[in-house]
């Protein structure tokens, strides 16, 4: 018989410790999820969401000659969210190096929830949890499990478990 790892284990202690929601007004679906909001939106200053035309280019600046367009190209991508996901997962499939890297570096970024419209504290938590001991794990996953963003702390968990 396989013993749960020390975060999975953890990861039930904090959820069993988690008080009963009290009866209260109804919660919106972004109350109830916490800060962590499932679908994208637009960036401050950004009018709306990039076209499929508009993700492609930004794609294809990933490996423009200046660093300047390189790094807006990751900006734009990165602040598109989920709608840039399928075109990123094919730009890790380029023979460009830095295509490769830098796509690889945003879809790292949303696989851990980190998004245009994510917190700072939450981030902050995020790599605290990825860079952190088991203790500073535990802090962190119970930072997050008092903010409510427990799709967080699975995704968290999910990283060790394939780590391990």
Same mark, same amino acid.
């Given at each position: 018989?396989?013993?749960?790892? %020390?975060?999975?284990?953890?990861?039930?202690?904090?959820?069993?410790?988690?008080?009963a929601p009290?009866? #209260?007004? =109804?919660?919106?679906?972004? &109350? &109830?999820?916490?800060?962590?909001?499932?679908?994208? &939106?637009?960036?401050?200053?950004? @009018?709306?969401?990039?076209?499929?035309?508009?993700?492609? @280019?930004?794609?294809?600046?990933?490996?423009?000659?200046?660093?300047?367009?390189?790094?807006?190209? #990751?900006?734009?991508?990165? !602040?598109?969210? !989920?709608?840039?996901?399928?075109?990123?997962? @094919? %730009?890790?499939?380029?023979?460009?190096?830095?295509?490769?890297?830098?796509?690889?570096?945003?879809?790292?970024?949303?696989?851990?929830g980190i998004?245009?419209?994510? =917190? =700072?504290?939450?981030?902050?938590?995020?790599?605290?949890?990825?860079?952190?001991?088991?203790?500073?794990?535990?802090?962190?996953?119970e930072r997050?499990?008092?903010?409510?963003?427990?799709?967080?702390?699975?995704?968290?968990?999910?990283?060790?478990?394939?780590? %391990?």
């Amino acid at each position: 018989m396989t013993l749960p790892s %020390a975060p999975v284990l953890l990861f039930a202690a904090l959820l069993a410790g988690q008080a009963a929601p009290q009866a #209260s007004a =109804p919660q919106t679906p972004a &109350q &109830q999820t916490g800060i962590e909001q499932t679908e994208v &939106q637009p960036a401050k200053g950004q @009018q709306a969401p990039l076209t499929d035309e508009e993700i492609q @280019q930004a794609v294809r600046q990933l490996s423009a000659a200046s660093f300047s367009q390189r790094q807006e190209a #990751s900006e734009r991508l990165w !602040r598109a969210g !989920r709608a840039a996901e399928p075109a990123l997962r @094919q %730009a890790v499939e380029s023979s460009d190096r830095e295509v490769v890297f830098r796509a690889g570096l945003i879809l790292e970024q949303f696989h851990f929830g980190i998004f245009a419209d994510t =917190p =700072p504290q939450i981030i902050a938590l995020i790599e605290s949890y990825r860079g952190g001991d088991l203790q500073a794990k535990e802090h962190a996953l119970e930072r997050l499990r008092e903010r409510g963003a427990t799709s967080t702390m699975l995704r968290l968990m999910r990283y060790d478990s394939i780590r %391990a």
